[in-house]
């Protein structure tokens, strides 16, 4: 099927999908109300809008021939290679190579997580960071918010924008002197979650080189010593004492006499004096996956054993994130021992991942399409930006959306596509043991470029 170049269509098609979005009244949009972006070609007609009903449209496309599909996936396939192809709608199974049995599922966990918080806490949801009063004088709570930007992080453009400690602090300010209150001594609360440096199966060296911040419910630019910063990079000891010292400094420079406190719990009938909330948690959802974020990642399986009334710490948050997969009938093949992936315990089987992924786009859960619109789109966004730029895989660009997973020794890859006929294929590509990490990516970008250009019926 002939292909337009998605990089010289791309202005074109951003003109294209902003006539096609308003004109269209039976459009069903696939990503959130946003300010729409320059897309290529294959990206804005099948990944930005859908004319009619998704199922129904996916359904009535040839439904690949599983021999014919074979054939074509098992020349690349090696031994330490687990692969599963299913029908997104009927999740029928189309190709089967040791599809039940669990690997080391890296970052693809994250699919797991994404799935189980907004089932629980619902996709519209936001996470408060508040100001209350205390007898001491004032209490800074943490909401388990780790995007939470502090005063030298650069918000202009920043999409989704996150809540601000700079505006907590002018609306603490403007309260207290409503008051007559100059002279205050600041706590911080950090209840919310319990502090667990690390989760069963993580390397020691996560923290200190950067992989992950130490996990607290205050934690100001996910505990980056440099705001912005995607990549590993380094961490402040302590986030939530550094959250606190910096919203002490914010309070001085407003007119405020502050005296260092410490960490409290504060009472929960306390009166609000400020607050700000989050980005929903579609939106911190859609981060974590293009981005991989583990800070958003463990924060978002704190937020399900919170809201599961289970311990916030590493094993609650394995356990509600199973609970909440098990109500949803996905639990069968996941076992979790962290919320991002670093655990080099955990196991998911590669028909585990896609069932995840069919539900996610499917009709009958509208709740959960962050997991689909998150995913990193093949050659142009997240973690897939700079894949599917060789001869054997420029073919999926666009047509490939995908949760990538890494660790040493491990790689994995888990999306949908859409076939050369125009139907909705998810599929888990898993390999473990790995010698050659440059080769095993390449044979997974290859093997799920196969399914975009397979007219397999």
């Known amino acids: 099927m002939p292909r337009r170049d998605p990089?010289?269509?791309?202005?074109?098609?951003f003109l294209l999908n902003v006539f096609t979005v308003a004109a269209a009244g039976a459009v069903v949009k696939l990503t959130p109300q946003r300010e729409l972006e320059p897309r290529a070609a294959a990206v804005a007609d099948r990944w930005l809008v859908q004319a009619g009903n998704l199922a129904d449209d996916?359904?009535?496309?040839?439904?690949?021939?599983?021999?014919?599909?074979?054939?074509?996936?098992?020349?690349?396939?090696?031994a330490n290679v687990n692969a599963v192809v299913v029908d997104a709608v009927t999740r029928r199974s189309l190709f089967d190579q040791r599809g039940g049995v669990g690997m080391v599922p890296a970052s693809t966990t994250k699919l797991a997580t994404s799935t189980a918080v907004l089932s629980a806490l619902g996709p519209d949801h936001r996470l408060t960071t508040k100001v209350v009063r205390s007898a001491a004088g004032i209490v800074l709570v943490g909401?388990?918010?780790?995007?939470?930007?502090?005063p030298s992080a650069q918000l202009t453009g920043v999409y989704p924008r996150p809540a601000s400690l700079v505006d907590l602090a002018r609306q603490t300010v403007a309260a207290l002197k409503m008051a007559g209150t100059t002279h205050v001594r600041l706590d911080y609360d950090t209840s919310?979650?319990?502090?667990?440096r690390s989760a069963q199966g993580w390397k020691p060296n996560y923290q200190t080189d950067g992989e992950t911040a130490q996990v607290s419910a205050l934690t100001i630019d996910e505990g980056r010593v440099v705001p912005g910063t995607i990549e590993a990079a380094q961490r402040v000891p302590d986030p939530p004492a550094a959250a606190a010292k910096a919203f002490g400094q914010l309070l001085q420079r407003y007119g405020i006499t502050v005296q260092k406190g410490t960490k409290v719990t504060a009472a929960t009938s306390a009166p609000q004096l400020a607050a700000v909330q989050s980005p929903t948690i579609a939106d911190l959802v859609e981060k974590l996956l293009t981005n991989s974020d583990n800070d958003l990642a463990e924060a978002m399986a704190r937020q399900v054993a919170v809201k599961l009334h289970l311990t916030a710490d590493f094993n609650g948050g394995a356990q509600g994130v199973h609970q909440v997969l098990a109500g949803l009938g996905l639990a069968q093949g996941v076992q979790t021992y962290d919320g991002s992936g670093l655990s080099t315990k955990n196991r998911i089987t590669p028909i585990a991942l896609a069932r995840l992924i069919s539900a996610a786009a499917s009709s009958a859960h509208p709740e959960l399409r962050a997991v689909i619109t998150g995913m990193p789109i093949a050659g142009f966004s997240g973690t897939l930006a700079g894949r599917y730029l060789t001869a054997g895989t420029q073919s999926g660009a666009g047509y490939v959306r995908a949760k990538t997973g890494t660790l040493d020794q491990v790689n994995t890859l888990a999306g949908l596509a859409y076939d050369s006929d125009g139907r909705l294929l998810a599929f888990a590509f898993m390999a473990n043991k790995v010698a050659d990490p440059a080769a095993a990516l390449s044979t997974l970008d290859r093997l799920a470029t196969i399914l975009t250009t397979c007219g397999c019926h």
């Open 58 to 78: 996916v359904a009535a496309a040839p439904l690949p021939g599983s021999g014919t599909l074979a054939a074509k996936l098992t020349g690349l396939l090696t």
């Open 143 to 150: 909401g388990g918010d780790p995007t939470l930007a502090g």
């Open 192 to 196: 919310l979650f319990q502090s667990v």
């Open 7 to 13: 990089i010289m269509a791309a202005i074109t098609l």
